[in-house]
């Protein structure tokens, strides 16, 4: 071959070997041997831009979108002026990327710089910083205050909670703020929310007087699920389920499945008629009972209990001829009885039982998640006749019972913790504590199952401790890395001086979320108050149950 012959050769094997840098053609995923070199870092070849979120219900989030000349994995720094944070999205390596910005505070202009990383670790930082001003809470956001926030012996990570509005049924409200109380994000929605969990994919969950719903950070519906046991199938995309009612709690299972409370209506006759005069006579009653069920992803029920084939009916508390149900089963004329109210339910792994909180029958049950059959009965003595009295598990040493009880769960330790409220603190045709008497209490028992014995371990609040009352709602959660706890002082109704009141007209209505270590006595180290203390309004603030979540970015 000569040597013309030759260099030509060469000049055409380099000139194809060389990037094309005036193409327009560039391919949306895999590597590009053009640009994928050792010694050669990523570009941008389209933005990196930002913008709001489009969804204004959470609309502390912004997007931030992007196309590189390679696959890469992207790192943003964010920076109000006084707050910094990186956060890494470790997904798979990509061209285009459509990133979510979370974790932003109400009122403030982020600056945001980008790095690109390509899969041989070369990395670029663009100079130029994207920014984007956040907007301010919205004029009917409830006042929050961090009265107590001691972030070096907090558990670290981020409190969620939901807000409720008094008497207000087209405001519902999810916040997550940080570990001085300030908002981060919220959700806001045009019905009232309730229990609202972290699942294992990180997005949430919520209840809702219709069923509940799964959301993602950026506040995108992506599943619901409607009970429709009384007629129907719901609107069009809706998972059905063949239930009455979820009510209360919702919990994700192991294996994807959920664990609900719902209800079931049954007529008795010589139901008790009434709390107060045990000579009143017996009647023909409506009465409702809570079900549990297990509820796979596409709705099937694979595993249902009633509570009427579980405890004795006849068995009544407080409350637990209350019509909180007419509006449901409207085809009884007024007359539903609330018998049990069921409130929360707490799968435990460690032997595959339910722990189910019962309001009205103040009390916690177990039972074996395979068999259905009741282990033992965690309250009150009074009332329970054979068989069921045989379940009772007996106190040891110093120790009270809950009254009317919240969020009942097992900690890592195998103890019980839970909300106490303290309603009335006395059974039926007892003389009931009165308002202005009332304490609530987290406080967490241990069961000695082979003795069938419980005692008190651990408590907050109450006459010799900080003394508080939450008539309805609470919650407690044990923090892993403190080992502190979470309490939901749910909902507060008092006067001016701050003592418990009937919830009328001049009430302060309000809410609090209080991290204490796990000490007797137990020390605040947060303190959020919800609403305002001080002022009476026309409408007030409470909260269901609230949770320490890491981060938004990252699943529990």
Same mark, same amino acid.
């Given at each position: 071959?000569?040597?013309?012959?030759?260099?030509?050769?060469?000049?055409?094997?380099?000139?194809?070997?060389?990037?094309?840098?005036?193409?327009?053609?560039?391919?949306?995923?895999? =590597?590009?041997?053009? +640009? &994928? @070199? #050792?010694?050669?870092?990523?570009?941008?070849? *389209?933005?990196?831009? !930002?913008?709001?979120? $489009?969804?204004?219900?959470?609309?502390?989030?912004?997007?931030?979108?992007?196309?590189?000349?390679?696959?890469?994995?992207?790192?943003?720094?964010?920076?109000?002026?006084?707050?910094?944070?990186?956060?890494?999205?470790?997904?798979?390596?990509?061209?285009?990327?459509?990133?979510?910005?979370?974790?932003?505070?109400?009122?403030?202009?982020?600056?945001? =710089?980008?790095?690109? +990383? &390509? @899969? #041989?670790?070369?990395?670029?930082?663009?100079? *130029?910083?994207?920014? !984007?001003?956040?907007? $301010?809470?919205?004029?009917?956001?409830?006042?929050?205050?961090?009265?107590?926030?001691?972030?070096?012996?907090?558990?670290?990570?981020?409190?969620?909670?939901?807000?409720?509005?008094?008497?207000?049924?087209?405001?519902?409200?999810?916040?997550?703020?940080?570990?001085?109380?300030?908002?981060?994000?919220?959700?806001?929605?045009?019905?009232?929310?309730?229990?609202?969990?972290?699942?294992?994919?990180?997005?949430?969950?919520?209840?809702?007087?219709?069923?509940?719903?799964?959301?993602?950070?950026?506040?995108?519906?992506?599943?619901?699920?409607?009970?429709?046991?009384?007629?129907?199938?719901?609107?069009?995309?809706?998972?059905?389920?063949?239930?009455?009612?979820?009510?209360?709690?919702?919990?994700?299972?192991?294996?994807?499945?959920?664990?609900?409370?719902?209800?079931?209506?049954?007529?008795?006759?010589?139901?008790?008629?009434?709390?107060?005069?045990?000579?009143?006579?017996?009647?023909?009653?409506?009465?409702?009972?809570?079900?549990?069920?297990?509820?796979?992803?596409?709705?099937?029920?694979?595993?249902?209990?009633?509570?009427?084939?579980?405890?004795?009916?006849?068995?009544?508390?407080?409350?637990?001829?209350?019509?909180?149900?007419?509006?449901?089963?409207?085809?009884?004329?007024?007359?539903?009885?609330?018998?049990?109210?069921?409130?929360?339910?707490?799968?435990?792994?460690?032997?595959?039982?339910?722990?189910?909180?019962?309001?009205?029958?103040?009390?916690?049950?177990?039972?074996?998640?395979?068999?259905?059959?009741?282990?033992?009965?965690?309250?009150?003595?009074?009332?329970?006749?054979?068989?069921?009295?045989?379940?009772?598990?007996?106190?040891?040493?110093?120790?009270?019972?809950?009254?009317?009880?919240?969020?009942?769960?097992?900690?890592?330790?195998?103890?019980?913790?839970?909300?106490?409220?303290?309603?009335?603190?006395?059974?039926?045709?007892?003389?009931?504590?009165?308002?202005?008497?009332?304490?609530?209490?987290?406080?967490?028992?241990?069961?000695?199952?082979?003795?069938?014995?419980?005692?008190?371990?651990?408590?907050?609040?109450?006459?010799?401790?900080?003394?508080?009352?939450?008539?309805?709602?609470?919650?407690?959660?044990?923090?892993?890395?403190?080992?502190?706890?979470?309490?939901?002082?749910?909902?507060?109704?008092?006067?001016?001086?701050?003592?418990?009141?009937?919830?009328?007209?001049?009430?302060?209505?309000?809410?609090?979320?209080?991290?204490?270590?796990?000490?007797?006595?137990?020390?605040?180290?947060?303190?959020?108050?919800?609403?305002?203390?001080?002022?009476?309004?026309?409408?007030?603030?409470?909260?269901?149950?609230?949770?320490?979540?890491?981060?938004?970015?990252?699943?529990?």
């Amino acid at each position: 071959m000569s040597f013309f012959k030759r260099f030509t050769l060469v000049c055409i094997l380099t000139s194809l070997a060389a990037p094309h840098i005036a193409s327009g053609i560039r391919q949306e995923a895999g =590597s590009n041997p053009r +640009t &994928d @070199r #050792r010694d050669s870092v990523p570009m941008f070849v *389209e933005g990196p831009s !930002i913008k709001p979120n $489009p969804n204004p219900r959470a609309p502390l989030a912004a997007l931030v979108e992007f196309l590189a000349d390679r696959p890469v994995r992207a790192t943003l720094a964010m920076s109000d002026g006084i707050k910094s944070r990186r956060v890494s999205f470790d997904g798979p390596l990509s061209r285009r990327h459509t990133l979510h910005v979370l974790q932003l505070s109400p009122g403030k202009k982020y600056s945001i =710089s980008i790095t690109v +990383t &390509d @899969r #041989r670790g070369n990395s670029f930082t663009r100079p *130029e910083r994207l920014e !984007i001003q956040t907007s $301010p809470l919205p004029g009917d956001f409830p006042p929050l205050r961090a009265r107590i926030s001691e972030p070096s012996n907090m558990e670290p990570g981020l409190t969620l909670f939901n807000v409720s509005r008094y008497e207000s049924p087209s405001y519902g409200l999810v916040v997550a703020v940080d570990e001085q109380g300030e908002v981060v994000w919220y959700f806001q929605a045009d019905h009232p929310i309730g229990d609202v969990t972290q699942l294992s994919n990180g997005n949430l969950l919520y209840l809702h007087s219709s069923g509940a719903t799964e959301i993602d950070w950026m506040g995108n519906t992506l599943r619901q699920w409607r009970p429709t046991g009384r007629g129907g199938l719901g609107p069009a995309g809706v998972i059905p389920v063949n239930t009455d009612t979820f009510h209360h709690d919702i919990r994700e299972l192991p294996d994807g499945d959920f664990l609900v409370l719902s209800t079931e209506l049954r007529r008795l006759d010589n139901y008790p008629g009434s709390e107060e005069d045990p000579s009143a006579p017996a009647e023909t009653a409506n009465v409702v009972a809570d079900v549990i069920i297990e509820v796979t992803p596409d709705g099937r029920i694979v595993n249902r209990l009633s509570l009427f084939d579980l405890l004795d009916p006849y068995r009544i508390g407080y409350g637990s001829l209350g019509g909180i149900w007419n509006s449901l089963y409207k085809a009884t004329g007024d007359s539903t009885r609330d018998w049990t109210h069921g409130n929360a339910v707490f799968h435990d792994a460690s032997d595959d039982s339910i722990l189910l909180s019962l309001r009205h029958q103040d009390a916690l049950v177990k039972i074996s998640r395979q068999t259905g059959a009741l282990q033992w009965i965690l309250g009150n003595h009074g009332g329970w006749k054979p068989p069921w009295d045989r379940f009772l598990l007996q106190p040891v040493g110093k120790l009270q019972w809950p009254y009317h009880q919240h969020a009942s769960v097992i900690t890592p330790e195998g103890t019980i913790l839970l909300f106490d409220n303290g309603n009335f603190r006395a059974r039926p045709f007892e003389t009931p504590m009165t308002t202005a008497q009332s304490y609530s209490r987290a406080v967490e028992y241990k069961v000695d199952e082979l003795g069938r014995t419980v005692s008190e371990v651990w408590s907050y609040g109450g006459p010799e401790d900080e003394a508080f009352y939450s008539p309805f709602g609470g919650g407690t959660s044990w923090l892993p890395d403190t080992g502190n706890v979470l309490v939901t002082d749910s909902a507060r109704i008092t006067d001016v001086d701050g003592a418990p009141m009937e919830n009328v007209p001049g009430a302060r209505r309000w809410a609090r979320i209080v991290e204490v270590t796990h000490t007797r006595p137990a020390r605040k180290v947060f303190e959020l108050i919800v609403g305002d203390e001080s002022q009476s309004r026309p409408f007030g603030w409470s909260v269901y149950r609230s949770r320490r979540i890491p981060s938004l970015y990252a699943p529990p």
